[in-house]
């Protein structure tokens, strides 16, 4: 039996589904949210919530949501406590047998998959998409990668290749 739908929720339903994922981010800090493929969305697991903390927001694909959300925590408990990893620099040890690498994913792109989070962290929230490898094989994106498009870790960012991002603090915006 599938989940229903939020079409198929009462108002009273949705409202405390509202009340309960607020209550996570009030204690915990932010919440971590699975999503199943649709006909138009590969499955995801994403954050909301760490945009309070003046903090991106996450988004992976293509792992088991026990797997994501584990992956997440240990992201988010990373950029809590910096010093945080700069965007495009491969990451090892945050992921079992794999490497990791963070890219920036514009909002407008990044909306649909961000949904819970777009309700409940602050206006401008950034995104961060959360890319795994093999150690010493190519991420989404770089030369050499075997995915296929429609495969289970899109690339969602408009960038030809993530090693072309500067190397910027993720931690924190810097002040105004």
Same mark, same amino acid.
Request: glycine share 8%.
């Given at each position: 039996?599938?989940a *229903?739908?939020a079409?198929?929720? %009462?108002?009273?339903?949705?409202a405390?589904i ?13 919440? %971590? ?6 006909? %138009?969305? *590969? ?12 903090? #991106?927001? $996450? ?10 959300r584990? %992956?997440?925590?240990? &992201?988010?408990? $990373? !950029?809590?406590?910096?010093?945080c *990893? +700069? ?13 990791? !690498?963070?890219?920036?994913? #514009? ?6 998959? !961000?949904?819970?989070a =777009? ?5 401008? &929230?950034?995104? =961060? ?5 093999k150690?010493?094989?190519? &991420? ?7 995915g296929?498009?429609?495969?289970s ?5 408009? +960038?030809?290749? #993530? ?5 910027? +603090? ?7």
């Open positions: 039996m599938s *229903p739908s079409d198929e929720l %009462t108002p009273d339903e949705i405390r509202r009340r309960d994922i607020n209550h996570v981010i009030e204690t915990q800090g932010w919440i %971590t949210l699975s999503a199943y493929p649709s006909e %138009t969305l *590969p499955a995801f697991t994403c954050t909301a919530g760490l945009g309070r903390k003046a903090l #991106p927001e $996450l988004l992976v694909f293509g792992l088991f949501p026990e797997e994501a584990a %992956t997440i925590k240990r &992201f988010a408990r $990373l !950029m809590l406590s910096g010093p *990893p +700069a965007l495009g620099e491969r990451l090892s040890g945050l992921l079992d047998g794999a490497d990791a !690498m963070l890219v920036e994913v #514009p909002h407008d792109i990044a909306a649909p998959y !961000m949904e819970v =777009l309700e409940f962290s602050p206006k401008g &929230f950034r995104v =961060l998409q959360l890319l795994w490898a150690p010493l094989e190519p &991420f989404p994106g770089e030369a050499g990668y075997s296929e498009p429609g495969s870790q899109p690339l969602i960012t408009l +960038a030809v290749r #993530p090693s072309r991002y500067r190397a910027l +603090a993720l931690c924190r915006d810097p002040p105004a």
